[in-house]
């Protein structure tokens, strides 16, 4: 009887690890992208990495602010982008569907911080 607990204890131990390994941890995507793949455009207190982004049409790009101060992203007519002001370590979601389309975009809060993002079929 013995040996039959110590196979139970032993076969719950193994399959408690086995289910572990298999989760994965929880993915903060936010806002409206939910899940799905997106680029990155990191603002940094001196520079957007990367400044300049080709992705394709219906991509989501993930703006992070990884400043030291809040940031607002804008296009140059606005119209095409504009963020909420994004704190420190915060992010905003963006996806446009206009094909052909470059939109240059800035800080509003550091006007030297600007890059361009170009929308591919």
Request: proline letters at 7%; one cysteine or more.
């Amino acid at each position: 009887m013995n040996f039959n607990w110590t196979k139970h204890f032993l076969f719950f131990c193994i399959s408690a690890v086995l289910l572990n390994s298999c989760t994965q941890p929880a993915a903060n995507y936010g806002g409206v992208g939910g899940g799905l793949p997106t680029h990155y455009i990191s603002i940094l207190d001196g520079a957007i990495r990367p400044s300049n982004d080709t992705v394709s049409v219906g991509s989501s790009i993930t703006f992070i602010n990884q400043s030291s101060s809040n940031q607002t992203i804008v296009s140059d007519n606005f119209s095409l982008l504009t963020s909420p002001t994004l704190p420190p370590n915060g992010y905003y979601y963006f996806n446009k569907t206009n094909q052909d389309t470059i939109i240059n975009f800035r800080s509003v809060e550091n006007p030297n911080l600007i890059g361009t993002i170009t929308l591919r079929p």
